[in-house]
């Protein structure tokens, strides 16, 4: 049985509160009211401003903008009867709750500053992915916690939304594990995988997040389970369909569809046997935007190489990683003719059926 969600966001050491609109504090967990030295029956409906006084400007007005994600390290805040401290910020509006965000404070007053120390920027490349995860996992944890308390409070639709969040807070805190041991280049377990529900699953995250266009689904039925890991195929999916909404937002009728389907024929040499593994499952996403630039095409799947103003190039590297730790492939192709771009990803099947014959019609069936 789970732990009381109440219970859970107290035992959290972060400060965790929940804004409603105006800014106006509606709850708070016990590290939050210790913080702030009132308790949340004080506390409760009074306005941030009251509270805590940003020396930064400019933080404090991106604060103002609800529905911005905010992050702001080792910031300088004014606590009355307290005075100045140094917080770590961060700040995320709540899911289809307009004006509501999640606040979360981590007082790090009294920890040695990193650029104190002479050795620091001899190391901190090989630091910058540990730096990143407790950068990452501390706001996090006060997002799930937040998910948690919301839906003791929350029925219906409402509810299914705050375990979207919790669930979502999970599979990122996973990834992040995962990427801290990338250096071990140790994949992580595969096991049979049904293709549809992650696609599913993808879905929801995409559009629970809101503007996604239509986004059609042509699946094939009879598909076997694949063989992958779960949250990696559902992270693979989120990138790809997120990335394809982004590229037909200026499309006047923007389209993703996204299929499957059985293309026999795929085989590689890979694994520690030698033996071939073959690839008869396609997942193709598509979209109907202006394209990559044809310059920038054979790199889309290296690190840093983006075409968004605001990407970090990140996105592509990570998912051709993870289709090639669960023995996949990933590929991309334009249809001038059409105004499509496809981004296919081709994975083996949990069980090899014997005397298949699908595959041989597929594989000179037109993508």
């Known amino acids: 049985m789970m732990a009381d969600a109440q219970r859970q966001l107290s035992s959290l050491s972060l400060a965790v509160v929940v804004l409603a609109p105006g800014q106006r504090i509606a709850a708070a967990n016990p590290a939050a009211e210790q913080f702030l030295g009132q308790s949340l029956r004080r506390l409760e409906g009074r306005p941030l401003t009251e509270l805590l006084r940003f020396e930064e400007p400019r933080l ?7 529905d911005a994600q905010v992050s702001a390290r080792a910031t300088s805040v004014i606590v009355p009867g307290q005075g100045p401290r140094r917080l770590d910020v961060t700040a995320a509006p709540l899911i289809d709750q307009p004006g509501w965000q999640v606040l979360t404070l981590n007082d790090i007053s ?3 500053s990193m650029s104190d120390d002479p050795r620091a920027g001899e190391d901190s490349v090989l630091r910058a992915p540990d730096i990143l995860a407790h950068e990452i996992k501390n706001p996090l944890a006060g997002i799930r916690g937040a998910a948690q308390l919301l839906g003791r409070k929350v029925q219906g639709g409402d509810l299914a939304l705050t375990g979207l969040i919790a669930d979502e807070v999970d599979r990122i805190a996973k990834l992040i594990d995962q990427m801290q041991s990338l250096s071990r280049r140790t994949p ?5 995988c049904n293709l549809h529900e992650a696609v599913r699953r993808a879905r929801a995250v995409i559009e629970a997040g809101g503007g996604a266009p239509q986004i059609i689904e042509e699946f094939d039925p009879s598909l076997p389970p694949v063989l992958g890991n779960p949250d990696a195929l559902v992270q693979v999916l989120i990138n790809l369909i997120a990335n394809a909404v982004d590229a037909c937002r200026g499309a006047s009728l923007p389209n993703v569809i996204i299929r499957t ?8 040499h890979a694994g520690e046997d030698g033996k071939p593994v073959r690839l008869p499952i396609e997942l193709r996403v598509s979209d109907n935007g202006p394209g990559i630039d044809p310059a920038m095409r054979e790199h889309v799947f290296e690190p840093f190489v983006t075409t968004k103003k605001s990407g970090q190039g990140l996105g592509l590297a990570l998912v051709r990683r993870l289709v090639r730790d669960m023995n996949g492939r990933i590929g991309h192709d334009r249809d001038e003719a059409g105004g ?4 296919r990803v081709h994975l083996p099947m949990a069980v090899e059926r014997r005397g298949d014959r699908r595959g041989d019609a597929a594989a000179g069936e037109q993508a």
């Open 188 to 192: 992580q377990p595969v096991t049979p």
């Open 110 to 112: 009294g920890a040695q």
């Open 261 to 268: 389907r059985f293309a026999s024929g795929l085989q590689l």
């Open 340 to 343: 499509w771009t496809h981004f």
């Open 60 to 66: 404090a007005a991106r604060l103002l903008e609800t």
